[in-house]
């Protein structure tokens, strides 16, 4: 299913960026971007 399918990548996306962001939060003081 269609629908479905991109429900499915969205969450996995969202999952990603919240991942990142998690690790930007924990490496931002250690890490001179």
């Known amino acids: 299913m269609e629908l ?3 429900t499915t990548q ?3 996306k969202y ?3 919240e991942k990142y962001h ?3 939060n924990i490496t ?3 890490i001179d971007w």
């Open 4 to 6: 479905s399918k991109d």
């Open 28 to 30: 931002h003081y250690s």
């Open 22 to 24: 998690y690790y930007f």
């Open 10 to 12: 969205k969450m996995e």
């Open 15 to 17: 999952i990603i960026y």
